[in-house]
């Protein structure tokens, strides 16, 4: 009997089914969006006026973003911790930083130099970086 399945891993083993879903998912739904000037430019609006989505209250027991900027946000949040973004901050309520993970558990974040004033404005940033580098990675398509 042969070894084959140790030496050549399954497409199960690679995550494949999830992947093309995905990329299904992400060319369907999430690039005409982000490819159309006037509906990216909302997206961004509405996530600068609210970063974190509005609190729960007495009507809505949960944070509420417009179900378009949740489908965006989901699908940013399911890319990869490796060279993913995360906010740190470095002197509360002063200075908030961006930082960049290696993907390793327990490793240092990379902490870049552009400081931001508030936790809000410091994920509106992320938020702006994390949509450029999806059109970026989906620029051929």
């Known amino acids: 009997m042969s070894d084959y ?7 199960v083993q690679l995550n494949k089914g999830h992947k093309h879903t995905d990329d299904f998912i992400t060319k369907k739904y999430i690039l005409p969006m982000l ?3 006037h509906k990216l430019q909302e997206l961004i609006d509405e996530h ?8 729960a209250n007495r009507n809505h027991g949960v944070i509420q973003h417009s179900q378009d ?3 965006v946000l989901d699908k940013l ?8 973004f995360v906010s740190v ?7 908030y930083r961006i930082g960049i993970t290696t993907g390793v558990r327990g490793e240092p974040v990379h902490i870049l130099e552009d400081s931001y004033s508030s936790e809000e404005a410091c994920e509106h940033a992320i938020f702006l970086k994390r949509i450029k580098r999806l059109l970026n990675e989906y620029s051929g398509d």
């Open 89 to 95: 901050c470095l002197k509360l309520h002063e200075d």
């Open 48 to 55: 600068r006026a609210n970063p974190v989505g509005k609190a």
């Open 5 to 11: 399945s140790y030496k050549y891993p399954s497409n």
């Open 69 to 71: 900027l949740q489908t």
């Open 77 to 84: 949040r399911r890319a990869s911790k490796e060279g993913g």
């Open 35 to 37: 490819r159309d000037p």
